[in-house]
C-alpha cells in the first residue's frame, strides 16, 4: 500500500509527484526553503496547480501529495521513496487530521475572498511538524476574483516551508497571474480498464458492471463508483438516456424538461433536509439558544443565523446545478456515442448498454443534425451557469434536440 | 374592565388599531379624536411617535389633571414598544383612568404580541386595517369611497380610476376626493379618462396574456408599462415562459380527457384550463419550441448576459406573438 493507491491511470503524474517529494526532502534536510519560480531547476516546487477531467482525481493527487511530504518512514534513510501510506505523516494526511496539512473546501457557488485572507495568513506560518505546512485549495475556479487576487498575494510571496496546492478544472479556471506561479500537474482521463479494476478491486463490484460503471463515468472515478453501488443512481441514468427517444413531439420536450429539473430540485432538497435542519440547531446551541418558546435570542445569533441561510441556499444552488449538470454530461456521451455509430467510427462506446437507442437515433438523422444537438447540451451548460432559469434553460434544450 | 366595547362606541377607554394600511390606520385614529372633540372641544390629543413612549410617559400623560380635562393618547407603532414601557400599558390597560381614551395603533403579526393579546383580553375596541391585497377588496374600497362623499360612480370608472392610480389607498381616497370635488353629476369612465390616464400598474402576466393571443402592439405597449413602473424583466420572463409552456403543455395533453383529470395532469386549475385552451389557436409546435428558446436568450441577456435588458424582451415578445399567429395564414 501506498498513499498514490487512490489514483486510477495516473502513472506520469505520480512519478512527477514522488520525484517532487523526494526533492522536498533533500530541501528540509538542507534546513533550506522551497525552491520558487522556473529558474530553480528543482523538482519541488512552493506551488502546484493540479488539473483534469472532472472526476480524474486532481484532490486525491493533491491530498496523496501531501502526504509523501509528511512521511516519516524509516525506510526513507534506506533509499525507500516517500508516501509509504503507514506512518504517521501519512496516515494523518489521508485521514485529514494532519496538523500541517489544511484542506479548504467550499460547497457554495463561490469561495469568499475573506475565507482567502484568513487562508494566506496561516499560509506565512511556519509548520508545526517541521517539515512543510500544505495548504490543499480545492474547486480553485470557485474563487470569486477578489479572492483570487487575495490568494495570490500568499502564492507570489511564499513563505519558505508553504506549500499550495490548488485543484481545478482546467488551466483557464485560474487567474492567469496565479496559473503563472504555479507548477502544472495535469491528470489524464483514466482508462476505462483501469476505472474498472479499480472498482472490482476496491468496492468488490461484479465484473461486468463494473465496466458499465466505468464506461458510462467516461473516466470520472466518483461518478462511476457511485453508478456502480447505487440503483438509484443507475435509474436516473437510464431516465436521462431516455430523453432523446422522448424529444419527438413538444409535449414531450416540456415533460422531460420538467423531470429532469424536479429530480435535481429533489436532490438539492434531499441534501437540504438531512443538513440544513441539524446545522441551524448546532448553531442556536453554539449561541446556547433556550429551548422551547419564550427564550430571548442570544444577542448576534440572528445575524449569523441570516448568514448560515445564504450558505445553505448558496449549496442548494450548487447541488440543483450539479445534479443538472450531470445528466447534460450524459446526454453529451449519448450524442457523442450517436455521431460516433454515423460516422462508423470503432472507439468504445460509453453508454455500450444502450447500442439499441443509440442506433435508432443515428439511423433517424444526419451527423450534422446530431452535432447541433451536442452544440445544444453545451448552450443549456452555459445558460445554467448564467443563472438562467433551470426549467427554461433545459426547454430551450429538449426542443432543440426535438428539432436536430 | 372585562366588558366588552362595543364597536360603535368611539370614545371607549381603549381602541386597538390594527394592521398595516396606513390609510385606515389614520383615520381609525382620526375618528376617535374627532368624537373626543365633539363631546368635549378642549379636548387634549396627545399624539406620540414611534418610541416616544418612554416608562412612565403614560402614567403621567393619563395623571388625572385638576381641570378635569378629556384627553385622548395615540400611541404609533405599539409593536415596537420596549418591553418595560409594555410593562406600564399593560398596567394601565388593567386600570384605566376616566376621561382618557387610549388609542394603540399596532400592525398586527407576531411582534408586540403580547401586548395586543392583553388589549383584546381588556375589551378594547378594535379596528382592523389589513392591506388591501386582492383587486376586489380596493375595487370595493374605491365605490365605498365614492359613496361617501354621496356621488355616484360607475363600475367602469372605478376600474378605470384603478387602473390609472394603481394600488395605494392614500392615492386612491384622495383621487376620489378630487374628482368629487372638482366633477358634476354622476361620475363615469368618461370623467375618469378626463382626469387621469395611462396606467400605473402592468403585471409580466398582462404582458404574456397579450402575447400568446399574438397582439404585438399591445403587448409590446404593456411591456413598456410594465418596465417604466418597474416590473423586474426576470419576472416578466418567467411570465412570458410559464404563458407559453402551459399552451404547449395543454395543445400536447391527451385529447379526449375529463376536465378535471386535465387539470390535474397539468398542475393547473381548471379556470386556467379553460382560458389556455382559448390562448391556444393560432399555435404550432414548432412556434411553442422557436418561443420558448427565444425567451430563454431573453432570461440570459436580462441577467447581464446583454446590455439592454428592456431590448431583450422585446424581442422575446415579438418572437412570441409572432409565433402565436404562426398557425393562423396557413
Not at chain 1, 8 to 25: I, K, N, Y
Not at chain 2, 21 to 41: G, T
Not at chain 2, 82 to 93: C, F, G, P, R
Not at chain 2, 297 to 317: H, I, M, Q
Amino acid at each position: 500500500m501506498s498513499v498514490w493507491d487512490d489514483l486510477v491511470g495516473q502513472e506520469r503524474a505520480v512519478e512527477q509527484l514522488t520525484t517532487a517529494a523526494v526533492a522536498a526532502r533533500a530541501v528540509v534536510a538542507a534546513g533550506r526553503g522551497a525552491p520558487t519560480g522556473p529558474g530553480s531547476g528543482s523538482a519541488m516546487t512552493h506551488a502546484w496547480l493540479f488539473t483534469g477531467p472532472p472526476g480524474a482525481g486532481q484532490a486525491t493527487a493533491a491530498r496523496a501529495f501531501a502526504a509523501a511530504l509528511q512521511c516519516t518512514s524509516p525506510d526513507l534513510d534506506l533509499g525507500g521513496t516517500p508516501g509509504c501510506g503507514f506512518c504517521d505523516g501519512c496516515h494523518t494526511v489521508l485521514a485529514g487530521s494532519h496538523a500541517d496539512v489544511k484542506t479548504v473546501r467550499n460547497d457554495g457557488l463561490s469561495i469568499p475572498v475573506r475565507d482567502m485572507r484568513e487562508l494566506v495568513l496561516r499560509a506565512s506560518s511556519y509548520p508545526t511538524g517541521g517539515r512543510w505546512s500544505a495548504i490543499l485549495l480545492d474547486d480553485a475556479h470557485r474563487l470569486t476574483e477578489q479572492a483570487a487576487n487575495a490568494l495570490l498575494k500568499g502564492v507570489e510571496e511564499p513563505s519558505p516551508r508553504t506549500v499550495w496546492l490548488l485543484c481545478a478544472p482546467s488551466v483557464q479556471d485560474v487567474l492567469p497571474t496565479i496559473r503563472s506561479r504555479c507548477r502544472l500537474l495535469v491528470l489524464r482521463t483514466p482508462p476505462t480498464a483501469a476505472v474498472a479494476d479499480m472498482l472490482v478491486r476496491r468496492d468488490g463490484v461484479d465484473p461486468a458492471l463494473a465496466d458499465l460503471a466505468a464506461r458510462a463515468s467516461q473516466g470520472d472515478l466518483d461518478r462511476a463508483r457511485r453508478l456502480a453501488v447505487d440503483e438509484q443512481v443507475r435509474s436516473r441514468r437510464a431516465d436521462v438516456l431516455r430523453i432523446p427517444l422522448e424529444v419527438a413531439d413538444v409535449g414531450g420536450c416540456l415533460t422531460a424538461a420538467q423531470r429532469l429539473v424536479d429530480t435535481a430540485k429533489q436532490d438539492a432538497e434531499q441534501l437540504a433536509g438531512t443538513r440544513d435542519a441539524k446545522e441551524t440547531d448546532d448553531l442556536k446551541a453554539a449561541y446556547g439558544a433556550s429551548e422551547g418558546l419564550g427564550g430571548r435570542a442570544p444577542r448576534g445569533m440572528a445575524g449569523a443565523i441570516k448568514e448560515l441561510e445564504k450558505r445553505q441556499k448558496s449549496r442548494a444552488t450548487r447541488t440543483r446545478r450539479e445534479t443538472l449538470g450531470v445528466a447534460l454530461g450524459e446526454l453529451l456521451g449519448f450524442y457523442r456515442d450517436v455521431l460516433a455509430l454515423q460516422l462508423g467510427s470503432t472507439g468504445e462506446l460509453a453508454n455500450e448498454d444502450q447500442r439499441p437507442a443509440l442506433q435508432r437515433v443515428a439511423a433517424a438523422g444526419p451527423p450534422e443534425s446530431t452535432l447541433r444537438r451536442m452544440e445544444a447540451v453545451l448552450a443549456c451548460r452555459t445558460a445554467l451557469d448564467r443563472n438562467v432559469d433551470p426549467l427554461l434553460a433545459v426547454e430551450a434544450m429538449t426542443l432543440a434536440l426535438r428539432a436536430g | 374592565m372585562a366588558r366588552k366595547s362595543a364597536p360603535d362606541d368611539l370614545l371607549a377607554p381603549l381602541t386597538l388599531a390594527v394592521g398595516q394600511e396606513e390609510l385606515l390606520l389614520d383615520r381609525a385614529v382620526a375618528q376617535v379624536v374627532a368624537a373626543a372633540r365633539a363631546a368635549d372641544p378642549d379636548t387634549d390629543v396627545r399624539d406620540l411617535a414611534p418610541g416616544a413612549l418612554q416608562p412612565g410617559t403614560l402614567a403621567e400623560l393619563t395623571t388625572p389633571s385638576l381641570f378635569a380635562e378629556r384627553k385622548v393618547v395615540v400611541v404609533r407603532a405599539a409593536q415596537d414598544l420596549a418591553a418595560d414601557t409594555v410593562k406600564d400599558v399593560k398596567a394601565y390597560i388593567a386600570a384605566p383612568a376616566d376621561e382618557v381614551v387610549l388609542v394603540l395603533v399596532h400592525a398586527g403579526g407576531a411582534k408586540g404580541k403580547g401586548l395586543l393579546d392583553a388589549a383584546r383580553k381588556a375589551g378594547a375596541r378594535e379596528v382592523a386595517c389589513p392591506k388591501m391585497a386582492k383587486a376586489g377588496e380596493r375595487l370595493a374600497f374605491v365605490k365605498g369611497e365614492f359613496r361617501t362623499a354621496g356621488r355616484s360612480a360607475s363600475e367602469e370608472a372605478c376600474r378605470a380610476l384603478l387602473d390609472s392610480i394603481g394600488s395605494d389607498l392614500r392615492e386612491l381616497a384622495a383621487a376620489v376626493g378630487q374628482l368629487a370635488a372638482d366633477t358634476d353629476g354622476p361620475i363615469d369612465e368618461a370623467v375618469i379618462a378626463r382626469y387621469y390616464s395611462g396606467r400605473a400598474e402592468a403585471t409580466g402576466f398582462e404582458v404574456a396574456d397579450l402575447a400568446v393571443t399574438g397582439r404585438t402592439a399591445e403587448a409590446l405597449e404593456r411591456l413598456r408599462w410594465a418596465l417604466a413602473v418597474g416590473q423586474p424583466p426576470t419576472g416578466i420572463t418567467y411570465a412570458l415562459a410559464s404563458g407559453v409552456r402551459s399552451i404547449g403543455r395543454l395543445a400536447t395533453a391527451g385529447r379526449g380527457m375529463r376536465p378535471a383529470d386535465l387539470a390535474r395532469e397539468l398542475g393547473m386549475p381548471p379556470w386556467k384550463v379553460d382560458r389556455v385552451r382559448q390562448q391556444m389557436r393560432g399555435w404550432t409546435g414548432d412556434g411553442v419550441a422557436t418561443a420558448l428558446t427565444a425567451i430563454a436568450a431573453a432570461d440570459e441577456a436580462v441577467k447581464g448576459g446583454s446590455d439592454d435588458p428592456a431590448y431583450a424582451l422585446e424581442r422575446a415578445v415579438v418572437t412570441v406573438s409572432r409565433a402565436a399567429r404562426s398557425g393562423r395564414n396557413h
